[in-house]
């Protein structure tokens, strides 16, 4: 009876597989995706649906995110901004950016997070709308 030789799943020195367990799908793309990527994600996401429905009021505005803000040294115990927001003249678009660090620190889980970003994006939207974050949101109107 010949059988055919085993593969071996242990290298000469009984050691198992070694370098990455999991393969990127594409190549040249990480194969898990960092908080940066899931935080960029969920702000897209909400992006989407708030743009969706305010894009003709807001005119343009360019979304960011930043790691942490920029606190000056005499910064007062006013709390760590999660949201910064500058108004555009002109041709210039308004600039509103996000701080992930902050936002992150307060959500335990990836439904919290989507749902302080929401509400961060809506009061940032509601202030440049000149509105009340009530009328902005568009969960209200379900």
């Known amino acids: 009876m010949d059988q055919a030789p ?18 990127p799908r594409t190549l040249g793309t990480p194969a898990t995706r960092t908080q940066r990527m899931r935080f960029d994600s969920v702000v897209l996401d909400v ?4 743009d969706a429905r305010w894009h003709d009021h807001l005119g343009l505005v360019e979304y960011a995110v930043e790691d942490t803000p920029l606190v000056p040294d ?6 760590v901004p999660l949201a910064s927001l500058v ?7 308004s600039r509103l950016v996000l701080f992930r660090r902050p936002i ?11 749902a302080m970003v ?4 809506v009061e940032q939207i509601a202030i ?11 969960r209200e109107d379900d």
């Open 6 to 23: 085993r593969r071996r799943t242990r290298d000469r020195r009984d050691r198992g597989m070694r370098g990455p367990a999991v393969l």
């Open 47 to 50: 992006v989407r649906v708030l």
């Open 74 to 79: 005499d910064w007062d115990d006013e709390g």
């Open 87 to 93: 108004r555009g003249q002109g041709a210039t678009p």
């Open 104 to 114: 992150e620190h307060r959500c335990d889980n990836r439904e919290e997070l989507r």
């Open 118 to 121: 929401f509400t961060v994006l």
């Open 128 to 138: 440049l709308l000149d509105m009340d974050p009530e009328d902005v949101d568009p």
